[in-house]
């Protein structure tokens, strides 16, 4: 009469298994008795059921090919219909398919671990800005190849590691819409929804964000032009990054939304969780100065571009280093005179002729001029941060366009940083120390109490010692609504770990009267544990 479904819930990314009992087809009932009357049996899963009646070889030979023949109708008629397999999600383990759970635990581990991988793949691309440095020995725009090549090397492995993440969704199932009436819902396991599922959603996101745009740039400069093409590569980068950085931001979004529907939050730990917010300041800060320098690049760049202008035997391609600028005219007279015409022009301390604005301070320092990445790397994240944390309202911009609208950005983006970011960071902090703030706020409103009511010395030292020890057993947490919200199986587990020993410790005389001790033990509450203490001490 009844089969069983092997049932399951996911509760903190962990199962909880259940039995469901189904009805049974006739077909496979037991034969009826003499009387008449059917017999009914249980069949569980998890506990093996044999029939004592010998199988029939040629019987079950016939059984098997009608079950084959019903199979391919069944799934002919499927695909006719446009109907998907699914499944329960506590049916996917047992299936034979490799298919992962949205909400096993395991998949919620490599989840954060993509998401950190994000945030550092994210933090590696503002490297490739600080490339281009002024060569004041020969006053010409170069191009770092030692940090190009060791960003793109980074980039590149980070890339690779996250087609594990494109392999896995492949091969992820997820809830059919149609079935999330009652429950959960019921998995789709057929691998060609799933694949057509991503396709249309996240496919091309994931699949331009790991696009080696920037590697085959920087290839390029490094070993097919040898180094010749410093403006073309620069413009390449500065275009290619900046447009591969919305897709590489937009994939946060599917694997924040998983972790949040799976464990709710990325971390539980209060300390985890305030950094994960902390390192989310500190990569905008990063972003930040990164594009500052690079702006200040381009500013130097367009006052050595104006002064070269001025000069009558003056040629753009002087201005960026590369082998091939010796067999143009005019090359020799120009590094003769370019380091007096670009320093009167474009560094001097009192140099009216360009105003610089918001980067001044990047020209000035000297860190457009600088092969040193970690000096370099850490003035403009300091430089990113007090603007963020200031709202750039330091800035003393100039007429430029693109200046004022960067200095816009920063202060509208470091506003937004501040009531979410920061916010959450700080709801992290508090909850650590919000028991601590009940509990002091309990014992101030006890002693105020305690005083209006003219309450004895004797009373008064009683409830104190009430309330530390009530405070060194709970932590602030209040157990009797903490167990009243669980069902009544794990209210009666919980008491009978938590109060049985104490109760059989109380009186001998019914210690063997189990059924007796565990009827105490269910009306037991929180603070009547506290006098069965007492009575068993006195």
């Not at 097919?224 to 931001?249: G, S």
């Amino acid at each position: 009469m009844f089969d069983n479904g092997y049932k399951s819930q996911y509760i903190g990314g962990q199962k909880e298994k259940f039995v469901r009992l189904d009805e049974l087809d006739s077909n496979l009932s037991l034969p009826s008795s003499s009387s008449g009357m059917k017999k009914l049996r249980f069949n569980l899963d998890c506990l093996p059921f044999r029939r004592r009646a010998k199988k029939n070889p040629s019987k079950s030979f016939r059984q098997g090919v009608k079950r084959g023949s019903d199979g391919l109708v069944t799934f002919g008629r499927s695909l006719r219909s446009g109907v998907t397999w699914s499944v329960f999600p506590e049916d996917l383990k047992v299936s034979e398919r490799k298919v992962f759970d949205p909400q096993d635990k395991n998949l919620l581990y490599w989840n954060k671990f993509f998401e950190l991988l994000c945030i550092f793949s994210v933090a590696c691309d503002p490297f490739l800005f600080y490339l281009p440095y002024f060569n004041h020995k020969s006053f010409c725009l170069a191009i770092d190849n030692k940090l190009a090549s060791f960003s793109v090397t980074l980039r590149t492995i980070f890339d690779c590691i996250y087609l594990i993440r494109i392999s896995f969704q492949f091969r992820t199932a997820f809830i059919a819409p149609s079935s999330r009436v009652f429950g959960r819902g019921e998995l789709v396991i057929d691998p060609s929804q799933i694949a057509k599922r991503y396709l249309q959603r996240y496919f091309i996101v994931d699949f331009i964000s790991v696009l080696p745009m920037p590697q085959i740039i920087v290839w390029k400069y490094l070993y097919k032009t040898r180094r010749a093409e410093v403006l073309a590569t620069k413009t390449a980068l500065l275009r290619l990054v900046i447009l591969q950085y919305f897709p590489r931001f937009l994939r946060f979004l599917p694997l924040a939304s998983e972790v949040k529907k799976t464990a709710g939050v990325f971390s539980e730990n209060a300390l985890l969780g305030a950094m994960y917010y902390l390192i989310w300041y500190m990569l905008a800060s990063h972003i930040t100065g990164s594009v500052w320098y690079l702006l200040a690049i381009e500013r130097n760049d367009t006052c050595w571009k104006q002064a070269c202008e001025e000069v009558g035997n003056c040629n753009i391609h002087f201005l960026y280093c590369g082998s091939s600028n010796r067999h143009i005219p005019g090359y020799e007279s120009w590094r003769n005179m370019s380091e007096t015409v670009l320093k009167s022009r474009c560094f001097g301390e009192e140099n009216t002729q360009f105003n610089y604005g918001i980067f001044n301070q990047a020209i000035q320092s000297g860190i457009v001029a600088s092969v040193e990445v970690f000096p370099k790397f850490c003035y403009c994240l300091w430089w990113g941060l007090q603007n963020l944390s200031t709202l750039g309202q330091g800035l003393l911009t100039s007429t430029y366009p693109g200046e004022v609208l960067f200095s816009i950005v920063i202060a509208i983006m470091g506003l937004v940083l501040f009531s979410l970011l920061i916010g959450n960071m700080q709801t992290y902090l508090q909850s650590m120390s919000v028991r601590l703030e009940e509990m002091r706020i309990n014992r101030r409103d006890s002693e105020q109490w305690m005083h209006h009511r003219l309450l004895p010395p004797e009373l008064r030292e009683r409830v104190r010692k009430y309330d530390q020890y009530k405070w060194l057993n709970t932590r602030g947490v209040d157990e009797e609504s903490l167990v009243q919200s669980l069902p009544k199986d794990l209210r009666r587990d919980i008491k009978r770990h938590l109060c049985l020993n104490l109760v059989r410790r109380v009186s001998t005389e019914y210690t063997s009267l189990s059924s007796l001790t565990c009827l105490i033990v269910m009306h037991l509450r929180g603070p009547y544990v506290w006098f069965m203490f007492l009575i068993y001490v006195d």
